[in-house]
C-alpha cells in the first residue's frame, strides 16, 4: 500500500528521477541524477550510480570508479496549508513545509576488464544485478528499485 502511494505521488509531481550524461572523454563521463523530494538524498544516490552502471555497459565497458561526486537539492514546493476551524473564533493552521528535490551528480571513468588500473573499479554488471540487461535497455529510472 505504501509503494502504491508513493507512485501516485510521483506521478503528481510529474515524475520520480531523471538522469543525464555527458561525455568527458571517451572512457569518462559525468552523470546527474534528479529525483522528486519523496526519494530523498539516498534515492539520488542510488538512480545516479545505477545509471553510472548502465552507461557504462551501454559504452562497452565493464568496470567503473566514481572519479568525483557532488550532491544537491532544488526547491521543488511546499506543502499545502491547511487550516482547521477549532470553533470561538480559533483555527489551527500547518503545513508549508519547504520540499527539496534532491540531485547527484558523478564523473566516472569507465574500464574494460582486465585493465590493470580497473583494480578497484566496481562491476557494472554486479552494481544492476541479475536483470542488468533489462535495466541498461530501458531509459526510464526510478528510485524505488
Same mark, same amino acid.
Given at each position: 500500500?505504501?509503494?502504491?502511494?508513493?507512485?501516485?505521488?510521483?506521478?503528481?509531481?510529474?515524475?520520480?528521477?531523471?538522469?543525464?550524461?555527458?561525455?568527458?572523454?571517451?572512457?569518462?563521463?559525468?552523470?546527474?541524477?534528479?529525483?522528486?523530494?519523496?526519494?530523498?538524498?539516498?534515492?539520488?544516490?542510488?538512480?545516479? +550510480?545505477?545509471?553510472?552502471?548502465?552507461?557504462?555497459?551501454?559504452?562497452?565497458?565493464?568496470?567503473?570508479?566514481?572519479?568525483?561526486?557532488?550532491?544537491?537539492?532544488?526547491?521543488?514546493?511546499?506543502?499545502? +496549508?491547511?487550516?482547521?476551524?477549532?470553533?470561538?473564533?480559533?483555527?489551527?493552521?500547518?503545513?508549508?513545509?519547504?520540499?527539496?528535490?534532491?540531485?547527484?551528480?558523478?564523473?566516472?571513468?569507465?574500464?574494460?576488464?582486465?585493465?590493470?588500473?580497473?583494480?578497484?573499479?566496481?562491476?557494472?554488471?554486479?552494481?544492476?544485478?541479475?536483470?542488468?540487461?533489462?535495466? +541498461?535497455?530501458? *531509459?526510464?529510472? *526510478?528510485?524505488?528499485?
Amino acid at each position: 500500500m505504501r509503494n502504491l502511494r508513493i507512485v501516485a505521488l510521483c506521478a503528481a509531481l510529474g515524475g520520480c528521477a531523471g538522469a543525464s550524461t555527458i561525455p568527458l572523454a571517451q572512457d569518462t563521463v559525468q552523470i546527474t541524477a534528479r529525483a522528486a523530494p519523496i526519494c530523498g538524498a539516498a534515492g539520488a544516490e542510488k538512480i545516479a +550510480v545505477r545509471e553510472a552502471a548502465a552507461e557504462t555497459i551501454r559504452r562497452g565497458y565493464d568496470r567503473f570508479i566514481v572519479m568525483n561526486a557532488q550532491a544537491g537539492a532544488s526547491y521543488a514546493g511546499s506543502t499545502p +496549508v491547511v487550516v482547521q476551524n477549532l470553533g470561538g473564533g480559533m483555527a489551527m493552521a500547518s503545513g508549508g513545509t519547504p520540499m527539496f528535490a534532491p540531485n547527484q551528480g558523478l564523473v566516472i571513468k569507465m574500464f574494460k576488464d582486465g585493465d590493470p588500473a580497473a583494480a578497484n573499479a566496481l562491476p557494472a554488471r554486479e552494481t544492476l544485478g541479475p536483470d542488468w540487461q533489462e535495466q +541498461v535497455k530501458k *531509459n526510464t529510472i *526510478n528510485c524505488l528499485g
